[in-house]
């Protein structure tokens, strides 16, 4: 089992930048595809990003694509979410996860196999 750990969260004004990291443990993690989530303020928890295990493919939700980036370093069990002009409705609690099927981090929150404890993004307006 994976266990991860997010950070680089933080406040920052609207269009300002940010990059989150999610280090992972385990020698298994080059072979997880992972995911970033975020969860507004009383809100459900929703998709935002997703890289292959070898980070060949990556996949945006609509309303961060062209801002926001997915990236992974295998050699350091890290993976990354740049993101760039932030706005307001990006403020929530951002969390990684690890899942052994890329397909199911894009469409599903639920059984997914590692989640992290999720770092704070509030964005000013």
């Known amino acids: 089992q994976v266990q991860l750990v997010e950070s680089g969260g933080g406040l920052v004004q609207a269009g300002g930048s940010l990059r989150l990291s999610c280090a992972a443990s385990?020698?298994?993690?080059?072979?997880?595809?992972m995911g970033w989530f975020r969860q507004p303020p009383g809100k459900e928890r929703e998709f935002v990003a997703a890289?292959?295990?070898?980070?060949?493919?990556?996949y945006y939700a609509d309303s961060v694509k062209g801002r926001f980036t997915i990236s992974r370093d295998n050699a350091k069990n890290t993976v990354y979410l740049q993101m760039n002009s932030l706005k307001p409705e990006d403020t929530a609690v951002y969390y990684c996860?690890?899942?052994?099927?890329?397909?199911?981090?894009?469409?599903?929150?639920?059984?997914?196999?590692?989640w992290g404890q999720g770092t704070q993004v509030t964005v000013s307006s």
């Open positions: 890289i292959s295990w070898c980070g060949s493919s990556t």
């Open positions: 996860a690890a899942d052994g099927s890329l397909a199911r981090i894009r469409v599903t929150t639920q059984h997914l196999n590692a």
């Open positions: 385990g020698r298994t993690f080059s072979s997880y595809a």
